[in-house]
């Protein structure tokens, strides 16, 4: 049974799937805001939720983005770098915010974009990493979050299995398996056509590992299919309000929709079940009111041979009474005591 542990959580197998609110930059750059959104998570049943750990300057050139203006980057009003700048989450606050969440039951996740930051939530006691799509290809950076010796949440969007392959192989190589894949479409917001979550399962049985899904499409139908072929992790941006200003706002889930994907998730979870098929508990009575048994059509006396004429097929299933599948066997019989009609058959009466 795969699993690591994630604080003093269990993630994996048989266990129920680990949720993560994604605030990234929706607290506003108000620590107060960062903090109502982390109690609005806890409402929710997230179990974790996570901030970005950046700044401009150590994640994107001014330079390269002056010019370029692609993609979802492309409606921004302001400059790529002025952006980032503003949604910058203040390393003071690391600690403070992490022990806010703490209290409140919940894991404080983040992704860090450099070397620093890895250093400064590690210090700062996160129980795991998780890193972002964009630097799947930043091998140094893998192989030094990797020797913090702590699990390693990999999103995987916008690469390919060799990518994948070479990421896992850095992570690895210094002595990190407490690894969790995350299928992901790197687009705000993505596309049905585009989800696969089936890629998501045949990256758990191709490297082993155990995976899940971080998830941009609007609603909750890719959580609930990603869960129930075998995600053990879920993470959606989250926002109180997504008229806010601000890039992620629009496209995160909203309280009322995360709280709703949660509790789909717990009551699609209880419905996975058991792979052994069997009679349920809630079952038992409908066993007797649904099938069928031998029963007499008519009154037979004493010593009778029975014939196809005195046999009826019909509800309910009466105790000790013989199944339809019988019926040739007991034809041509005689029965033992005197029968009246809808009388089941029993061996003991032949």
């Known amino acids: 049974m795969k699993r690591i542990k994630i604080g003093k959580r269990w993630v994996g197998e048989k266990e129920p799937a680990y949720i993560i609110a994604e605030i990234g930059s929706n607290f506003d750059a108000s620590i107060k805001r960062a903090k109502m959104l982390v109690d609005f998570a806890k409402d929710c049943g997230a179990d974790a939720v996570k901030f970005q750990c950046f700044t401009a300057d150590k994640i994107v050139s ?4 002056k010019k370029l203006k692609i993609g979802f980057q492309a409606g921004w009003e302001k400059s790529v770098y002025e952006v980032y700048k503003s949604a910058e989450l203040p390393r003071e606050w690391i600690e403070e915010l992490l022990n806010y969440t703490s209290k409140k039951g919940l894991h404080f996740l983040s992704s860090p974009y450099d070397k620093e930051a890895v250093d400064i939530l590690d210090e700062a006691g996160v129980p795991a990493f998780k890193i972002g799509s964009g630097d799947i290809t930043w091998l140094e950076m893998l192989k030094y979050t990797a020797r913090k010796g702590k699990p390693i949440i990999l999103s995987t969007g916008a690469s390919t299995i060799a990518e994948i392959d070479v990421a896992l192989k850095a992570i690895k190589s210094e002595g990190n398996t407490d690894i969790i894949l995350l299928q992901c479409v790197t687009n705000y917001s993505s596309h049905f056509e585009s989800a696969n979550i089936r890629a998501m399962k045949a990256m758990g049985e191709s490297f082993d590992v155990l995976v899940g899904y971080s998830d941009h499409t609007p609603g909750i139908i890719v959580p609930l299919g990603a869960v129930s072929l075998g995600a053990c992790v879920i993470e ?40 052994v098929k069997d009679l349920y508990e809630e079952e038992k009575e409908a066993v007797i009111l649904q099938r069928r048994c031998l029963r007499a059509a008519k ?29 040739e066997i007991i034809l041509r019989r005689e029965v033992k005591v005197n029968m009246k009609k809808g009388d089941p058959f029993t061996w003991e009466k032949i």
Not at 62 to 65: L, P, S, V, W
Not at 243 to 271: C, Q, W, Y
């Open 62 to 65: 001014k330079e390269g983005f």
């Open 236 to 275: 959606k941006h989250f926002t109180d309000d997504k008229n806010r200003t601000g890039p992620d706002h629009p496209f995160a889930m909203d309280v009322k929709e995360f709280k709703e994907m949660v509790d789909s998730i717990r009551t699609l979870e209880k419905a996975l079940g058991s792979p």
């Open 299 to 327: 009154d037979i006396p004493k010593g009778s041979k029975i014939t196809e004429d005195l046999i009826e097929v019909l509800r309910p299933l009466a105790k000790d009474a013989l199944d339809p599948k019988y019926k």
